[in-house]
């Protein structure tokens, strides 16, 4: 059965702006006016929400060229009534960094969350985690009197929901995208859902339900971005869209919801690797390198440790540790290998709004290579690069305009977005702006 939808009137505040300005047509931005906490007018007005409810399905991996061919049918007809169009991601572009700016609204030097790195704290190499600086959009929703439903969107896990509270509810680990599909479905008709091995009741249907699936990042990375399987596992993750938006219908909310369909990253295919003309080339600069895993610590010789995800995060160590003269002449080194695209120095890397527990290089390898060793089988897949930032991003549905696509929509934009539709505040730390020329006027 449905629940009935309540309307709100909320005070909405203002937005963070950006270190870097970005330049958007003021014909394409029409509409009212952003105001940065603290500024004067932020926060100060009130406006009744656009949407009821917010459906963010978060797909993992889901690279622009997954939409060619007329692919995902149940997407298009919901990008009927909004738009789709492609979001720019963060650096690097790993699933976590991603998925924080989503959820935050803030670049990763705001959110603080990295995957790949060496921390000298520990001494050890670090893969992906959850740490987050700042709250998430699922926390600002609750501070401000809203619900949440995350099915398995894990970046907000212990972050605004978690396992057992019906108010701001985590479910059950596991399953495929059609498992949490039945969950989100579940919560849609009034059924109660398995939340770490009890049965939770959610009183009502939640102003944001978040549905993750990682089918594509998962088969990327088996198979490349060309997977065999591919074509197929589209078409499944398409088919819980449709069962996402009937559910919506069967529970007489589609009028008043907006849908938010986005991904956390492309892909890329790889077949070849460089890491001993890596290594090589350091040493003939006069250092001793070393490749490190999560949880590995370098050998007491090491100069430079890398961490390689997608990109290559190298940090000085020992003896070098705090080197210009090191930093400069690994930098050259590197620079000349014939598959580098890319070496990013901390003035590059504070640029583009990276966390700052990135080292002093990062390494960028050339589209089909990386910078470890090549794939066992012959082919993988890979992100983590400033050629994997971009994904699909679709708004439609209540509170959207239809046929307005979003302009130079990035992730950190999401959140506040997401925020407007619902007539809440934006995350305190958000960055980004409200995409208000894909939205109807208040």
């Known amino acids: 059965m449905g629940f009935a939808t309540r309307r709100r009137t909320r005070t909405v505040g203002g937005l963070g ?6 330049t958007v047509g003021a014909a394409a931005v029409a509409g009212p006016a952003v105001a940065a906490p603290g500024a004067p ?3 100060s007005g009130e406006r009744p929400p656009l949407a009821d409810h917010v459906v963010l399905i978060a797909l993992d ?6 939409l060619a061919g007329g692919a995902m049918p149940n997407l298009r007809a919901l990008a009927t009534r909004g738009a ?3 979001s720019t991601g963060v650096m690097t572009s790993i699933t976590n960094p991603s998925w924080s700016s989503i959820a935050t609204g803030a670049w990763p030097e705001t959110h603080d969350n990295a995957a790949y790195f060496f921390d000298p704290a520990t001494g050890t190499a670090v893969g992906q985690q959850r740490d987050l600086a700042v709250p998430t959009i699922a926390e600002s929703i609750r501070a401000q009197g809203g619900t949440v439903l995350s099915s398995q969107w894990f970046i907000v896990q212990n972050h605004g929901a ?13 399953g495929d995208c059609a498992r949490r599909t039945d969950d989100a479905v579940a919560v849609l008709q009034g059924q109660p859902v398995m939340s770490a091995g009890t049965a939770v009741q959610m009183a009502g249907i939640p102003d944001l339900i ?6 594509l990042d998962a088969l990327g990375h088996a198979d490349g971005k060309d997977a065999p399987g591919m074509p197929a596992a589209i078409a499944e993750v398409d088919a819980q869209i449709g069962r996402l938006v009937q559910a919506t219908k069967d529970a007489g909310i589609f009028g008043r919801t907006a849908f938010v369909v986005t991904g956390d990253h492309g892909m890329e295919t790889f077949t070849q690797g460089m890491r001993n003309e890596l290594l090589a080339a ?7 390198a070393e490749m490190l895993t999560a949880g590995q ?9 890398i961490v390689v995800g997608g990109v290559g995060s190298l940090h000085l160590v020992g003896d070098a540790a705090g080197d210009p003269a090191a930093v400069a002449a690994i930098e050259a080194a590197v620079s000349a290998l014939p598959h580098v695209v890319a070496v990013y120095d901390e003035a590059d890397q504070q640029a583009m709004h990276m966390s700052d527990k990135y080292g002093e290089l990062v390494i960028e390898p050339e589209e089909g290579w990386s910078l470890g060793a090549a794939p066992s089988d012959g082919v993988s897949g890979v992100h983590g690069v400033s050629r994997t930032m971009s994904t699909v991003l679709t708004l439609a549905g209540s509170g959207v305009r239809p046929h307005h696509i979003a302009q130079d929509p990035r992730h950190i934009d999401i959140a506040p977005t997401i925020s407007a539709l619902l007539g809440f505040d934006a995350p305190s730390a958000a960055e980004g702006r409200v995409l208000v020329e894909a939205l109807r006027p208040h």
């Open 297 to 305: 610590s370098p050998q007491a010789e090491t100069d430079a440790v």
């Open 210 to 215: 978040a549905v993750y699936c990682d089918r």
């Open 17 to 22: 702006l950006l270190a870097a300005a970005v």
């Open 41 to 43: 007018g932020g926060g």
């Open 84 to 86: 789709i169009s492609e």
């Open 61 to 66: 991996g889901f690279d622009p060229d997954y």
């Open 282 to 288: 350091i040493a003939g600069a006069g250092y001793q």
């Open 162 to 174: 978690a396992f057992g509270d019906p108010a701001g509810l985590y479910t059950q680990p596991g």
